[in-house]
């Protein structure tokens, strides 16, 4: 079956501008999450849903960051006011419900903030 | 809150040898470990995890990892790579009950003829 998706696969944009990210779960995964992943680094997880509600949004950096999953399938990671510091690969993973499962990562969104 | 070390940025070796590629965590609770890789241009894809009993955890394409409690370590191993093993591999942990994993910053396997 098909993976998880990402779109668009890059996004430059203009320091100021808003932009969205979107991930396409896995069919049947209950859990979706947001991770960063800077150059050279491992990724960095941002937040996580169980079906359409926000369990953990912890890592996200500040308030410019939000995340939805309004019918717990879809998601769209929303960066407001962008910055050049924003700049990173943008990763989705979806999982089945419950501890240890394996999260199955899509090929993320390359942004790049000028 | 845990963290995960991988002391090698980069590892260089012939092919058919065999690798073995570090990782240590930190920890105040139990964790669940797993290990990833990525290939260019590719999402992560999990090789190996360990959530409880054995120690010795075997994975997919002939890698297994062993979990040392009192070292904090989680070292991965293949006993001989092939050319198609270049790709870089991250380390992580997660605390059972929290979802998130905390990754190490990778360790780039270069797998020479």
């Known amino acids: 079956g098909a993976g998880v998706s990402q779109s668009p696969r890059y996004k430059v944009t203009k320091r100021g501008q808003d932009v969205a990210l979107r991930c396409d779960p896995i069919s049947g995964h209950v859990s979706l999450y947001w991770y960063r992943q800077a150059l050279g680094q491992g990724p960095e997880f941002l937040t996580y849903f169980n079906y359409e509600a926000q369990q953990d949004k912890s890592g996200l950096p500040n308030d410019r960051f939000s995340a939805e999953r309004p019918e717990g399938s879809i998601s769209t990671l929303t960066i407001q006011r962008t910055e050049q510091r924003d700049s990173a690969m943008y990763r989705c993973?979806?999982?089945?419900?419950?501890?240890?499962?394996?999260?199955?990562f899509g090929p993320g969104t390359r942004l790049t903030v000028l | 809150a845990q963290s995960v070390t991988q002391l090698d940025s980069q590892v260089p070796v012939f092919e058919e040898a065999p690798v073995e590629l570090r990782c240590n965590y930190s920890?105040?609770?139990?964790?669940?470990l797993f290990w990833y890789v990525q290939y260019p241009n590719q999402g992560l894809q999990l090789l190996l995890k360990?959530?409880?009993?054995?120690?010795l955890v075997k994975g997919i394409n002939g890698f297994e990892a062993e979990f040392n409690k009192s070292q904090t370590s989680f070292h991965l191993r293949k006993p001989s790579v092939h050319i198609s093993d270049t790709a870089e591999y991250f380390c992580a942990v997660s605390a059972p009950g929290r979802r998130a994993l905390t990754f190490g910053s990778g360790t780039r396997l270069q797998v020479q003829p």
């Open positions: 993973a979806s999982s089945l419900v419950g501890v240890g499962n394996e999260q199955f």
């Open positions: 360990y959530l409880s009993g054995s120690t």
């Open positions: 920890s105040s609770v139990s964790v669940y």
